[in-house]
Nanobody, 115 residues
Framework: QVQLVESGGGLVQPGGSLRLSCEAS????????MNWYRQAPGVERELVAS???????TYADSVKGRFTISRFNARNLVYLQMNSLNSGDTALYYC?????????WGQGTQVTVTS
């Protein structure tokens, strides 16, 4: 059974940084594209960043140049380094992986940017 566990969220001031982590189990991690999504209240869940099995990355326009996704296959971990945070980044952040037609999600980790 696929499980995703996120950590690293918290309260941060504008301009600050956080690093989110997601530990995956129940799948052959290195073969999968891993994704980070976020959802703010009243807003649709949006794809923030993706990293393929070969390490290719893509980002939402809103986070390009500020966020970096990376992975550590030996420990089934995917990270999201978030810099220059602003209030628009406040959301619940989810780790995601798709296996054929099934989407798997973690429980989410809250990021709140406030002064």
């Amino acid at each position: 059974q696929v499980q995703l566990v996120e950590s690293g969220g918290g309260l941060v001031q504008p301009g600050g940084s956080l690093r989110l982590s997601c530990e995956a189990s129940g799948l052959n991690f290195r073969f999968y594209t891993m994704n980070w999504y976020r959802q703010a209240p009243g807003v649709e869940r949006e794809l923030v960043a993706s990293i393929t099995s070969s390490g290719n990355t893509t980002y939402a326009d809103s986070v390009k140049g500020r966020f970096t996704i990376s992975r550590f296959n030996a420990r089934n971990l995917v990270y999201l380094q978030m810099n220059s945070l602003n209030s628009g980044d406040t959301a619940l952040y989810y780790c995601n992986v798709r296996d054929f037609s099934t989407n798997y999600w973690g429980q989410g980790t809250q990021v709140t940017v406030t002064s």
